[in-house]
């Protein structure tokens, strides 16, 4: 609430500083504005932009950093003993103190130590707050007063305030890369930390996977064993039935759509095959538990075969279902790529519509699908709503698609669901599978992106 | 001559007719194929919606019963003040419990009574105490009203419930059945729009449980992408379209972009859990968090369809103003730019869709929580429309799974209705140079 209310005064001072600099181009010349070097409008962003930008870049830090801070100076005030307590434990303090200073806990019989660190943590906060409105409108008119010196008839404000744009923009584009930066550094860094506790020999080989850590010593059944390649063999049976469902039907609808559609047949089927696109995965995924999972089930037992409910069939076939238009539609923008010559050519030999296509058309086109089903295996790979909720939790290391099976996704979002404790195994095995899942990911998009440039090159 | 080629002809049969035949039939065989896959796709989108709708549409109606409630002056408001603190503090379990005694006169004995409350929602003193509020001048009165009853009367009343079941393998007794019979044949059962899906958050009964947080908990989330996302996709789109000078460095920025776009949304919840989770420390299951991971996540789609919409207006536009003397940037701003931004706005809008069907990374961040209350700021804890769904899909009750179908029906409806606006816009905006 504070943080909008000096958002918008940060604003109306913009404002005022456009003003400011609009008026004193105009008065600097006696009103007659074809003096100016720029148009007073220019002069007026000159100004705005000074007193928005320094202020706006302290908002974004401060605030990044205040909880980092506030919290580093409550533990330095927390008795000594305490500091000793496990990193988890001495957030579970400040969770408290911080639930007493918002009032959230109005127990009378607080004791009188955290009572005191709650207002002193309210304290803090107040000063983090006021100290930010100080400063950011502090800076905010320095940067009005500063800027305001230089308007002159002569000064070149379209060029200054152009190229502080043009800062901003590449600054726009950077975001890009310093999410993908990101991305590895968060995975490498929460990764390395697991593969101190587990040999990375372990967990890319090893044939046990069962994460649950004992609470206790005695516990029974909680070995905490982390050799994902029954995990990596899930992911791989239900990626491997989902291109089976996927490719044959949209690769031939691709052709269909691309070689012997009428306009107006497409017109209509291209935006429905869309609509497969379009549905979000939690909803293929409840469809998948509810409806095709029971299906199946009963379809097995009726030929007295044993079929889990949570089978990696049900899981794969609507997944696979899901799949279908990006394989439908990249193909049939490959296809269309390929230049009317080679059919022509094809057909002036005497060639039918589907030699043409089998002989000519595939084989040129080859490239461009393949890189189009190594897209959709990797959109298979990462999916993780259907899987979450069809496919199923235990291990197990089959390649029978009647049993229930495993996938990195779901494995990630069971580990990291509820309660986390960010140095436990448990809590660290979920970053390096994400890991190991960007890392194929990756390479299975650089290559399909570099094959479909090519091809496109090749023909254009 | 001619004699001699009939002569060759008897001789030697003349394969070809039955060649070509057979390479025709070859031909229709695949042109079926084709037909057949297209048919195929289809005809599971159609199974997928229908059992969707089939499963959801009884959701939106709930089963009310009739009560001849008395609005008690001496109990609600003895002083007659109609202080609505007064009023809301009332005993209004006794008013109601009454009421359903009253309807029941034959009912004795404290465990037939408990049971006998059992048809109703719990929400039941609660539901006449808001009718209280609503309209004071209803004490002092007796008046039949319409009370919602409790999930599983309203599956039985919807026919979800097997009769011909053993009574130990139903979820309503005998003794139920039997009230819930005498009831509907004293025309005390209804079944009336289901107000209450909307206008209420998560429940863990089923009769009291809505999606108003989730739909407020996704507004919230997407108005953090959106003004996050909007103008840096657009900045960054128009800097690598327009300004960009080609070298390794932009090439790289286009290679990263192309692959961010492809990186599973699971990730991006996994940075967001190492960064702005556990770095920055920012609240866990707020919409603030859930919106910066939906934009990180949404930041590709945008900037390429934003590349794409400026790669469509031609160059003589640009040479144009160039011409007469404007500056690069006024160029892009003045003339470029507005006439990109139809389509711009379409590829937001799809990036939009995209951000609101979107599950998996907003599990990482604790969004998953279970929330009644509506959340009323960005930094709240939230849930979003397809966790919603996701949790009630988990929930074992029966009537959940109609109400998760309904969900999905609201969040298909959203996703349509975004679609049809930027197909509209871009219908109505598109321009052939």
């Known amino acids: 609430m504070n943080t909008l209310l000096l958002i918008i005064a940060l604003l109306a001072m913009t404002t005022l500083a456009y003003h400011v600099g609009r008026k004193r181009a105009l008065a600097s010349v006696g009103g007659n504005g074809h003096l100016l070097h720029s148009l007073p409008s220019y002069h007026g962003a000159y100004v705005a932009l000074w007193c928005i930008l320094p202020a706006a870049i302290i908002v974004f830090f401060w605030l990044s950093s205040e909880n980092a801070i506030i919290n580093s100076m409550m533990v330095s005030s927390l008795s000594l003993e305490q500091q000793d307590l496990s990193t988890a434990e001495i957030n579970l303090i400040l969770s408290e103190i911080r639930n007493i200073a918002s009032g959230a806990i109005r127990s009378t019989n607080i004791d009188e130590t955290k009572l005191a660190l709650a207002d002193r943590y309210g304290e803090l906060q107040f000063l983090s707050t006021a100290g930010l409105i100080v400063v950011t409108m502090g800076i905010g008119a320095m940067g009005l007063l500063y800027s305001r010196r230089f308007i002159a008839p002569r000064f070149r404000a379209r060029r200054w305030v152009e190229r502080m744009v043009m800062g901003l923009l590449i600054a726009c584009s950077i975001i890009a890369i310093l999410t993908t930066i990101g991305i590895v550094l968060s995975l490498l860094f929460e990764a390395s930390r697991f593969f101190t506790k ?33 995990v990596f063999a899930g992911t791989l049976l239900i990626t491997i039935i989902a291109m089976i469902v996927a490719v044959p039907i949209g690769l031939l609808s691709a052709i269909y759509m691309a070689e012997y559609a009428t306009p107006h047949f497409r017109s209509v089927v291209k935006p429905l095959l869309e609509i497969l696109a379009g549905v979000p995965t939690v909803v293929y995924g409840f469809f998948a538990a509810l409806t095709v999972g029971p299906f199946i089930r009963d379809l097995g037992e009726s030929v007295g075969l044993n079929v889990a409910s949570e089978s990696a069939l049900a899981a794969g076939l609507v997944m696979g279902i899901m799949i279908i238009p990006f394989v439908s539609s990249l193909s049939d923008d490959v296809i269309n790529a390929v230049p009317q010559s080679l059919r022509d050519g094809a057909f002036a030999m005497g060639a039918t519509k589907s030699e043409t296509i089998r002989q000519i058309i595939i084989p040129a086109a080859l490239p461009g699908i393949v890189g189009s089903i190594l897209l959709a295996v990797s959109r298979a790979i ?79 | ?51 969707i709708v089939a499963k959801g549409y009884s959701a939106f109606l709930q089963t009310h019963i009739a009560l001849d409630v008395t609005f008690d ?9 109609r202080n609505p603190q007064t009023l809301a503090r009332a005993d209004y379990r006794g008013i109601s419990r009454e ?42 009165t007796t008046k039949r009203v319409w009370v919602k009853s409790a999930a599983d009367i309203d599956m039985l009343s919807k026919g979800y419930i097997n009769r011909d079941l053993p009574q130990a393998d139903r979820r309503v007794n005998d003794q139920a059945l039997g009230w819930y019979d005498k009831l509907d044949a004293e025309g005390r059962v209804s079944r009336l729009f289901n107000t209450t899906f909307f206008t209420t958050a998560d429940s863990r009964e089923p009769e009291q449980a809505g999606i108003l947080g989730a739909l407020v908990g996704s507004a919230l989330t997407l108005l953090v992408t959106l003004v996050i996302v909007f103008p840096v996709g657009v900045s960054a789109a128009v800097y690598l379209e327009e300004f960009a000078p080609k070298n390794k460095w932009t090439d790289l920025i ?90 711009m706005l379409t590829g937001t809008i799809i990036g939009m869709a995209q951000a609101l069907g979107e599950t998996a990374p907003l599990l990482m961040i604790g969004m998953v929580a279970f929330i009644v209350d509506i959340p009323g700021s ?33 969040l298909l409806a959203f996703l349509i209705a975004m679609n049809l606006a930027a197909i509209l816009l871009r219908k109505k905006f598109e321009r052939r140079w």
């Open chain 2, 73 to 81: 002056q001496s109990v609600i408001d003895p002083e007659g003040t």
């Open chain 2, 254 to 343: 286009e290679v990263n972009i192309n692959n961010l776009a492809a990186v599973p949304s699971i990730v991006f919840g996994l940075l967001g859990l190492a960064v702005f989770l556990n770095f920055f420390g920012l609240p866990r299951s707020a919409p603030l968090v859930g919106g910066l991971v939906l934009a990180l996540m949404t930041l590709p789609t945008i900037i390429i369809a934003g590349r794409s919409a400026l790669k469509a207006v031609p160059p003589s536009i640009r040479e144009a103003a160039l011409g007469v003397g404007a500056s690069h940037m006024q160029t892009v701003t003045h003339h470029v730019l507005p006439l990109a931004m139809p389509g």
């Open chain 2, 378 to 410: 960005i930094t709240d804890a939230a849930t979003v429309l397809p966790v919603q769904i996701y949790l009630w899909a988990d929930a074992p009750e029966r009537a959940f799974v109609e109400r998760t179908s309904a969900a999905i029906l609201v």
């Open chain 2, 99 to 140: 009421a359903v005694r009253d309807t029941f006169p034959e009912v004795t004995g404290r465990r037939d009574t408990r049971n006998l409350y059992k048809l109703f929602s719990t929400d039941l003193e609660f539901e006449v105490m808001r009718m209280v509020l609503a309209d004071p001048a209803l004490i002092g």
């Open chain 2, 1 to 51: 001559m001619t004699d001699a080629a009939a002569l060759l002809a008897s001789k030697r049969p003349d394969l070809s007719r039955a060649r070509i035949n057979r390479r025709y039939a070859a031909e229709k065989r695949f042109r079926l194929y084709g037909l057949i896959a297209i048919g195929a796709a289809m005809l599971m989108l159609a199974i997928l919606l229908s059992t």
């Open chain 1, 198 to 230: 587990v040999s990375p020999i372990e967990f890319l080989f090893g044939l046990h996977w069962s994460p649950q850590t004992a609470l206790r010593a005695d516990q029974v059944g909680s070995t905490g064993a982390f050799g994902a390649v029954p």
């Open chain 1, 382 to 460: 990462g999916e993780t709503m259907i899987v979450v909720m069809a496919a199923g939790l235990s291990a197990n290391f089959t390649a029978n698609p009647f049993e229930a099976v495993t996938t990195v996704t779901v494995q990630i979002v069971t580990l990291l669901v509820g309660d986390q404790e960010f140095d436990s195994a448990k809590t660290l095995a979920a970053f390096a599978l994400g890991l190991i899942l960007f890392i194929v990911t990756l390479i299975l998009n650089v290559i399909a992106l570099t094959v479909v440039r090519k091809y496109r090159e090749k023909y254009d």
